[in-house]
């Protein structure tokens, strides 16, 4: 199963559901990284997203981007496979 990283907050309904999402396709272990405890991490996910909203995902390598981006992805039955790339 690949890595998932997820730039969060601690009070972020999307941060929940997208948790909750990755967790319904198998994912056991995501890191966290909570840019309202740690403001240089914030400035760390604009810099490499290019977004300022949590949350931001990244799956392996690959930057999925927010919840939105991430149910489509699992929408079109393209998250799981992407889960499963190492």
């Known amino acids: ?3 998932v ?3 969060s907050t601690g ?3 999307y941060c929940v559901r997208a948790e909750q999402l ?3 396709r198998g994912v056991t272990e995501i890191e966290k990284i909570r840019v309202d405890l740690e403001p240089a991490r ?3 996910m604009m810099a490499r997203t290019g ?3 949590v949350p931001q995902i990244y799956i392996g390598e690959t930057h ?3 919840y939105d981006d991430l149910a489509a992805l699992d929408h079109a039955g393209e998250l ?3 889960l499963a790339d190492e």
């Open 1 to 3: 199963m690949s890595k």
């Open 5 to 7: 990283l997820m730039y």
């Open 11 to 13: 009070m972020c309904p």
């Open 64 to 66: 999925v981007g927010g």
């Open 80 to 82: 799981v496979p992407l």
């Open 42 to 44: 914030r400035e760390e």
């Open 51 to 53: 977004r300022r909203t």
């Open 22 to 24: 990755l967790l319904r």
